[in-house]
């Protein structure tokens, strides 16, 4: 049984930062992609930033600039920097795994933006 645990959330006020945490525990084999997707209310979940294994990086275009995601696979974590944060990026963030052809989610984590 795989579980991802999201860390890290909670309010900032507007032009602040964030980094959100996230790690995997249970059975891990080889982690593919590793992502980020948020969810805000009345809206559906969007992709926000994916990590492949090697290393390449893909961001919404309304998080260019501003966040950065990373991983370290030898501790089966991926981590989100937030920085120059608005209110619209006010969502529940949620991880994603890619392992072995099947997804797995996290619980999600509140990140809320004061303006």
């Known amino acids: 049984q795989v579980q991802l645990v999201e860390s890290g959330g909670g309010w900032v006020q507007a032009g602040g930062s964030l980094r959100l945490s996230c790690a995997a525990s249970g059975s891990i084999f080889s982690i593919n992609a590793m992502s980020w997707y948020r969810q805000a209310p009345g809206k559906q979940r969007e992709l926000v930033a994916t990590?492949?294994?090697?290393?390449?990086?893909y961001y919404a275009d309304s998080v260019k600039g501003r966040f950065t995601i990373s991983r370290e696979n030898a501790e089966n974590t991926v981590d989100l920097q937030m920085s120059s944060l608005k209110a619209e990026d006010t969502a529940v963030y949620y991880c994603?795994?890619?392992?072995?052809?099947?997804?797995?989610w996290g619980q999600g984590t509140q990140v809320t933006v004061s303006s």
């Open positions: 994603r795994f890619v392992m072995d052809s099947r997804l797995y």
């Open positions: 990590i492949t294994s090697g290393g390449s990086t």
